[in-house]
C-alpha cells in the first residue's frame, strides 16, 4: 500500500513571496490533516478535512494560510505571503480506522525554509 | 486544553543500555496516546499506541502502558540498539478533539556503540 505523498520536499524562497504545497493521502483514507512542525518543537495542526469539508481550522493563520480538498482526495497548502517564522516543515498525514480508534499515517513532509 | 509534556533531552545512551522516556499527558475525556518515532530526514512513524486505561502498546521492543491514574503513558526499552537513534514524540487524541494529534516536544535519542 503505497503510503502519503507529499511535494515538493524542500522550498526555499523570499519572505512576501507565495508558495504552495501538495498532498496526496493513502487510498480510501477520508481524514487528511495538515501539521506544522518548528524546528525543536511537535508538529500542531493547522486544519482538518473529512472528506472535502473543513472539521477543525482554528489554528490556521486564515490572513496568510489557505487551504482546499476540492475533490475530497489530494489537498494544497498555500502560504501568501510567506513570513520568515513560517520556515518549518509542513506534514500531511491521513487516517484510518483500525482496532477501533483512529490512526493517523504522514508522509515526508516539505520543509519550507523563507529567507 | 490537551497537552503532552515529555522528559527534557536529548537522551544519550550506549549500546544495549535500558530506555524509558517520559511522557505525561492532560486531556479531557478519555484520549487514545501514542508514540510516535521521526528518523533523520523522514517523516513521522507510529511506533505504538493505547487506546484505554491499563492497556500496554508495543512494537519492535518498545513498550508504553496508558497508566490513567498517574495520566503517563511512558516509553522503555530494554536494551537500545544505535538504529534506535531518532526523535520521539508523544501524542495524544482527546476524547472532544474530532482526531486532531496533540504533540509533547519531542526527544532527541542517540545511541552509541
Known amino acids: 500500500e503505497a503510503g502519503v505523498a507529499q511535494s515538493p520536499r524542500y522550498k526555499i524562497i523570499e519572505k512576501r513571496q507565495s508558495v504552495a504545497f501538495w498532498c496526496n493521502p493513502i487510498?480510501?483514507?477520508?481524514?487528511l490533516y495538515w501539521y506544522q512542525q518548528i524546528l525543536g518543537q511537535g508538529p500542531k495542526l493547522l486544519i482538518q478535512?473529512?472528506?472535502?469539508?473543513?472539521?477543525?481550522d482554528s489554528q490556521l493563520p486564515k490572513d496568510r494560510f489557505s487551504a482546499e480538498r476540492l475533490k475530497g482526495v489530494d489537498s494544497t497548502l498555500k502560504i501568501q505571503p510567506a513570513k520568515l517564522e513560517d520556515s518549518a516543515v509542513y506534514l500531511c498525514a491521513s487516517s484510518s480506522l483500525e482496532g477501533g480508534s483512529e490512526t493517523q499515517y504522514f508522509g515526508p513532509g516539505t520543509r519550507l525554509l523563507v529567507l | 486544553g490537551d497537552s503532552v509534556t515529555q522528559m527534557e533531552g536529548p537522551v544519550t545512551l550506549s549500546e544495549e543500555a535500558f530506555l524509558t522516556i517520559n511522557c505525561t499527558y492532560t486531556?479531557?475525556?478519555?484520549?487514545?496516546l501514542f508514540w510516535y518515532v521521526q528518523y533523520p530526514g523522514e517523516g513521522l512513524q507510529l511506533l505504538l499506541k493505547a487506546t484505554k486505561a491499563d492497556d500496554k502498546g508495543s512494537n519492535k521492543g518498545f513498550e508504553a502502558t496508558y497508566r490513567k491514574e498517574t495520566t503517563s503513558f511512558h516509553l522503555e526499552k530494554g536494551s537500545v540498539q544505535v538504529s534506535d537513534s531518532a526523535v520521539y514524540f508523544c501524542a495524544l487524541v482527546g476524547g472532544t478533539s474530532y482526531g486532531k494529534l496533540t504533540f509533547g516536544q519531542g526527544t532527541i535519542l542517540t545511541v552509541h556503540p
Open positions: 486531556a479531557t475525556g478519555y484520549p487514545s
Open positions: 487510498s480510501g483514507h477520508a481524514t
Open positions: 478535512f473529512q472528506n472535502n469539508g473543513v472539521v477543525d
